[in-house]
């Protein structure tokens, strides 16, 4: 299939809850949350430098986070694939040209990982092994996608809490109060997923930050948290 990096308008995001809720209740005194965006060429207009603001807000707050790169996206902003890994977030892969893994053949789909992966490594200095997140979310139940996966040395994650914020008519507001509810109504490993490219996002962050560390919450990264 001809490759671009357009995003495919369907299939759709999904919600998805692979992550057993942990036992811990949000009324300990520390709880921990996981945020995770996923690192890409938007399809729409979007903030110019949607994903340095949230960087920035990130760093000013001393937070640290989980980033799923697109290999393509990597090559197109390595100065900015840099400086995001030299904050100290976790790398994962989010696949090189963002196609749903079940439209790939297995062969298509071990060499878009893996382009991904050398992408990434080049920009970062970082081997984004294990972590994979299957674009759209595409594939995540589908064990054939998850052994190719899993054949490369990577695994799937999902998330609990989803923003919606790549929506157009997503606003600050919004992502703020959908995230502080939902991570709270989780509790201990909440998993939220973020697009940085988009407005609402760079909007809501400093406000989500602040709003879950009042209610008690500590900013994990996705490996601290299992
Ligand atoms: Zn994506």
New binding site residues.
């Given amino acids: 299939m001809p490759l671009s990096i357009r995003?495919p308008a369907a299939p759709r995001y999904r919600g998805r809850q692979d992550v057993a809720k942990s036992p811990q209740s949000q009324s300990q005194a520390s709880w921990r949350v996981a945020l995770t965006f996923?690192v890409?060429h938007h399809d729409r207009p979007a903030h110019p430098d949607g994903t340095r603001l949230v960087l920035r807000t990130l760093a000013e707050r001393d937070v640290v986070a989980t980033h799923f790169i697109?290999g393509r996206w990597a090559q197109a902003y390595p100065d900015l694939a840099r400086d995001l890994a030299r904050q100290g977030h976790l790398i994962g892969n989010?696949s090189h040209h963002?196609t749903p893994m079940t439209w790939l053949s297995p062969k298509g789909l071990a060499k878009d990982v893996r382009q991904a992966e050398q992408a990434v490594r080049r920009a970062t200095g970082h081997d984004p092994r294990p972590w994979f997140?299957c674009?759209?979310g595409d594939g995540a139940d589908d064990p054939e996608v998850l052994a190719a996966l899993d054949r490369l040395g990577y695994r799937d994650v999902g998330w609990q809490v989803d923003t919606f914020d790549w929506r157009a008519k997503a606003t600050g507001p919004q992502v703020v109060r959908t995230v502080i509810e939902q991570a709270t109504a989780h509790g201990d490993g909440a998993v939220v997923l973020f697009?940085p490219w988009t407005p609402a996002t760079g909007r809501a962050m400093p406000q989500i930050i602040d709003g879950l560390r009042a209610a008690g919450a500590r900013f994990v990264r996705l490996d601290e948290l299992r």
């Fill in positions: 995003q996923d890409e697109q989010h963002h997140r674009p759209y697009h």
